[in-house]
């Protein structure tokens, strides 16, 4: 592996972790992209995100527990059926052609953008004092976690995106506790994935611990940060971030469909 490659994916993890505790999200949505930008399948891309998630969302969830911010209860109660639904993402991995894969990951990252406009309606609910919700506890929070985990598994991501919309709109969580809660189920659904991904020899370790150590600095420090920022300020960087991913990821899937 020339220096150049030890170089970008190094920054990248740092990038993925900044991601990680700022937004909520593993991290997967740079080290996918970043992955299959420099030769690596989408399957290996996706199956190595999983331990980078791990990583960086261990240390995200660490730097939270000791400022106060984790809450073990809220954890437990959606990391438990994400942990069951994470195989299920794994599964189907490997019966998706890789360009199709690569055309739902960008199709997700596109419906997260929306996903942000409306956590941005329910946080502006929320200081109205408007955020009760009505859905039935029990059943959110099985439904959430099972769609995180199935996300986890299916494209190498940690799910934040939709777990946080979700947390805020069922369960009635203001966004900054909903992030914080998000980053610790995190943990939970890169574990379950990455460990079938491991079975399964997909993993590229080396690139894999290259990408998570640059991301456990990245986690640190925007976790230091999140609580001093506007919900304004995260948003604005969420959605431009994934725009920019999503156009990448459709012009990758072009290139995998047709290869020059």
Not at 79 to 84: D, M, R, S, T
């Amino acid at each position: 592996m020339s220096l150049e490659n030890l170089l970008i994916l190094a920054t990248g993890g740092f990038l993925s972790g900044i991601m990680s505790g700022l937004l909520g999200i593993g991290g997967g949505f740079i080290v996918v992209p970043l992955l299959v930008s420099l030769g690596y399948t989408p399957i290996q891309a996706i199956a190595t995100s999983t331990l980078v998630i791990v990583m960086s969302s261990i240390s995200g969830s660490v730097q939270n527990w000791l400022m106060g911010y984790l809450d073990y209860k809220r954890v437990i109660q959606l990391g438990v059926p994400a942990l069951v639904t994470a195989p299920i993402g794994v599964y189907l991995v490997d019966r998706i052609p890789p360009y199709l894969l690569l055309v739902i990951f960008g199709v997700f990252l596109i419906a997260s953008i929306f996903l942000a406009e409306i956590r941005k309606s329910l946080a502006s609910e929320a200081i109205d004092g408007n955020n009760e919700s009505e859905f039935n506890p029990v059943l959110s929070r099985i439904g959430t976690g099972g769609v995180t985990g199935i996300l986890t598994g299916l494209l190498g991501v940690g799910g934040g995106t939709v777990l946080v919309p979700l947390q805020m709109l069922l369960l009635g969580e203001p966004i900054k506790l909903a992030i914080q809660t998000s980053l610790g189920v995190i943990v939970v659904t890169a574990v379950s994935a990455c460990t079938e991904y491991v079975f399964e020899g997909k993993v590229l370790f080396i690139q894999g611990l290259l990408l998570g150590a640059g991301g456990l600095i990245g986690s640190q420090i925007s976790t230091r940060f999140l609580p001093k920022l506007s919900d304004s300020i995260v948003l604005l960087v969420f959605r431009s971030f994934l725009g920019i991913m999503s156009i990448y990821m459709f012009w990758q899937a072009w290139n995998f469909y047709h290869p020059v």
